[in-house]
């Protein structure tokens, strides 16, 4: 992408209205306008990591042997009224009405619509299990829109579903899902540590929410230290192998860790004191086994092994697709701006023409460009006629893991400027050794 021919509003100066800095940088590198309170329109920057974040998501749910469907934003009331959640969601649910007085909503999850869509699709245990999801945008009317998508009332959310014929068949489902989403955050260079979460009337201990650890974040949060050294890179484990699966889950849930909503003090005070740890953290991720709790009033039944009709056994696993974005930006940034992790940045690499016009200069980063292209990466070329410093500041701001400087001084010497945004290590060398490094 060419920046003369691109649209990235930048702002120079901080935007009043953001609160934490995640917003504050998303506003400036012009990602993100907001259209009403917690209802953002996707500029292309912002667009194109909300697309990458949702590409990794996706594939991790297929790996799972998740199977991706789309269900529509707008539901019929009826099939909530059938769980008894019409009534009880209360304001955050967003209720329409529509030409003929029939009552709608914009969907805020779709436990019910996926039940009665599973309903009407499998008769027997044999078809199980089956895990569908989708990723969709949501509606909640939050009381308190706030830090922009980290707290919207639009937003993405991948919401997926587990179909078992019983419980215990239903907590290998969830402890596949568990993976899935260590693989997920660690795709994005993210540690999502897991948390005991409140599993309301159904009770044990299967729901877990995701929480990436930052200053801003809403939640508090208390864990023990024990967790800072596990090796979240290394989850080879073969998900089909139930026992293996169930003693890594188990690995990975042995310590305490709990957000304020699940806080025990004395089980944290049982931790010895250099290990507790306090802080604050973003939920990105909540996983929850409900068991028969929506397929029994849907009617949500197949023929068991003994030839009786059992109701299924299901879980939801939701993953804040948009909310992503802007924790990503919190666990990774400077004074200067956005560090993205590769696998998420918008680009992988910036070109930086140093004197746009000057011919040698010119072909120098076309060159560069067209190979870095071809290579299949993703390139934004800064060929417009800024001053250097601008264009410097830009990309330090929008953060792009690496940065290649190109200006007529270094080509006299045969050599360009390749800069590492994260650890801000520069280097000279020759067009193609830079070529060769990026595409390494
Ligand atoms: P929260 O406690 O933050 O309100 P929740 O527990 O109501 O979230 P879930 O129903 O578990 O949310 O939704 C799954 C995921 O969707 C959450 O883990 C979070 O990452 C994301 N999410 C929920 N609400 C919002 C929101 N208003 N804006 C952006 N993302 C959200
Ligand atoms: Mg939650």
Not at 24 to 48: C, D, F, K, N
Not at 120 to 130: C, E, F, I, M, T
Not at 164 to 174: I, Q
Not at 252 to 278: G, L, N, Q, V
């Amino acid at each position: 992408m060419r920046l003369s021919k691109y649209f990235m509003p930048i702002l120079r100066h901080d935007p009043k209205e953001a609160e934490i800095v995640s917003h504050r940088l998303m506003l400036r590198a012009g990602m993100i306008r907001q259209e009403s309170a917690g209802i953002y329109s996707w500029l292309p920057t912002g667009y194109r990591v909300l697309k990458k974040i949702e590409q990794i998501v996706r594939e991790e749910q297929d790996r799972a042997g998740a199977i991706e469907v789309l269900m529509p934003t707008i539901q019929s009331a009826d099939l909530w009224r059938k769980s008894g959640r019409y009534d009880d969601y209360g304001k955050e649910m967003l209720r329409i009405t529509d030409r003929h007085e029939r009552d709608m909503l914009y969907g805020p999850t779709n436990e019910e619509m996926i039940t009665d869509i599973f309903r009407a699709g499998v008769q027997s245990y044999k078809d199980l299990p089956r895990n569908l999801y989708h990723i969709q945008w949501k509606f909640r009317d939050e009381i308190r829109p706030r830090f922009g998508v980290m707290r919207g009332r639009e937003f993405l959310m991948k919401d997926a579903y587990s179909f078992d014929v019983s419980a215990e068949a239903g907590r290998h489902s969830y402890n596949i899902m568990f993976l899935a989403y260590l693989r997920t955050y660690q795709r994005m260079g993210l540690t999502a540590i897991p948390m005991q979460a409140d599993t309301g009337p159904i009770g044990g201990d299967m729901s877990h929410e995701f929480l990436v650890l930052a200053d801003t974040g809403e939640s508090e949060v208390f864990f023990d230290s024990k967790y800072l050294e596990m090796d979240w890179q290394n989850v080879s484990i073969d998900q089909d192998d139930e026992g293996a699966l169930s003693d890594a889950i188990q690995g990975f849930t042995s310590h305490y860790a709990a957000t304020d909503e699940k806080h025990e003090a004395a089980a944290f005070d049982a931790i010895p004191a250099d290990r507790k740890i306090t802080g604050r953290g973003i939920e990105v991720g909540h996983i929850f086994f409900f068991g028969t709790k929506y397929s029994e009033p849907l009617e949500c039944v197949v023929q068991g092994p003994d030839g009786k009709m059992v109701p299924v056994h299901s879980g939801s696993y939701g993953i804040g697709v948009s909310r992503l974005v802007a924790g990503i930006i919190e666990a990774s940034h400077d004074e200067n701006g956005i560090i993205w992790p590769d696998p998420v940045a918008p680009f992988n690499v910036g070109i930086i023409n140093l004197k746009s016009g000057d011919a040698d200069t010119d072909a120098a980063c076309e060159r560069v460009y067209s190979a870095l292209t071809n290579a299949g990466m993703d390139v934004l070329y800064d060929d417009t006629d800024e001053r250097a410093g601008a264009k410097f500041a830009t990309m330090d701001l929008i953060g792009l893991p690496r940065q290649l400087v190109i200006g007529p001084r270094g080509l006299k010497e045969g050599q360009v400027e390749l800069k590492h945004r994260k650890s801000g290590e520069k280097q000279s060398v020759s067009l193609d050794e830079a070529i060769n490094q990026l595409t390494a």
